[in-house]
């Protein structure tokens, strides 16, 4: 199975900052990886599929990068609704396996 | 609105089953995997298994081999996923998402959610 991570498991912003959030793989992933949002009582929403394309209708200052196994999720200024919890996941074999989560919250 | 809806929360004892159901709505199952997605209170995204809804074929992750079943009736667009022998640990949030290929089999729809309370 491919194991997922995160970093950091905790990210304190404010309204403005720049936030940058990581995932690695523990194998090669190509370009297999999507990035969701989620906010507290709600399903989880798309954001980035395909390591660095954005979900239509999703604002532009979220941004995916990198391949292989290494990645980052870049928010360029934070909004106050980008308030949530980020998970990526990887898409390329089974089991499907999500990285454990960051939350971004008020510092 | 393209949706998928899924079936009220459900308190069940240990040892009990549960059927969670997952009708799309404004599309048709077609090539896409559906995929179950588990989250216990708190804690993270945990990937349970997938239903192809042409063929009926399935998988599922390695923890749920043996107690979880993964069904559908494309007459209803409706996807179930049923969970035996229920233990207190089985209580979360159970997900339906589908997989779209067209993005790189991301899960661009979800469900609402189907909140599972397993309790004596």
């Known amino acids: 199975d491919i194991q997922m991570t995160q970093s950091p498991s905790s990210v304190p912003a404010s309204v403005g900052d720049r936030v940058t959030i990581t995932c690695r793989a523990s194998?090669?992933?190509?370009?297999?990886l999507a990035w969701y949002q989620q906010k507290p009582g709600t399903a989880p929403k798309l954001l980035i599929y395909a390591a660095s394309s954005l979900q239509s209708g999703v604002p532009s200052r979220f941004s995916g990068s990198g391949s292989g196994t290494t990645f980052t999720l870049t928010i360029s200024s934070l909004q106050p609704e980008d308030f949530a919890t980020y998970f990526c996941q990887q898409t390329q074999s089974f089991p499907r396996t999500f990285g454990p989560g960051t939350k971004v919250h008020l510092k | 609105q393209v949706q998928l809806e899924q079936s009220g929360a459900e308190v069940k004892k240990p040892g009990a089953s549960v059927k969670v159901s997952c009708k799309a709505s404004?599309?048709?199952?077609?090539?896409?995997?559906l995929h179950w997605v588990r989250q216990a209170p708190g804690q993270g995204l945990e990937w349970m298994g997938w239903i192809d809804p042409n063929t009926g074929d399935t998988g599922s992750a390695q923890k749920f081999q043996g107690r979880v079943t993964m069904t559908r009736d494309t007459s209803i667009n409706t996807a179930y996923m049923e969970l035996s022998r229920l233990r207190s640990d089985d209580t979360g949030v159970y997900f339906c998402?589908?997989?779209?290929?067209?993005?790189?089999?991301?899960?661009?729809?979800w469900g609402q959610g189907t909140m599972v309370t397993v309790s004596s």
């Open positions: 404004e599309f048709t199952f077609n090539g896409d995997y």
């Open positions: 194998q090669g992933l190509s370009s297999w």
């Open positions: 998402a589908r997989e779209s290929s067209g993005h790189y089999d991301a899960f661009d729809i």
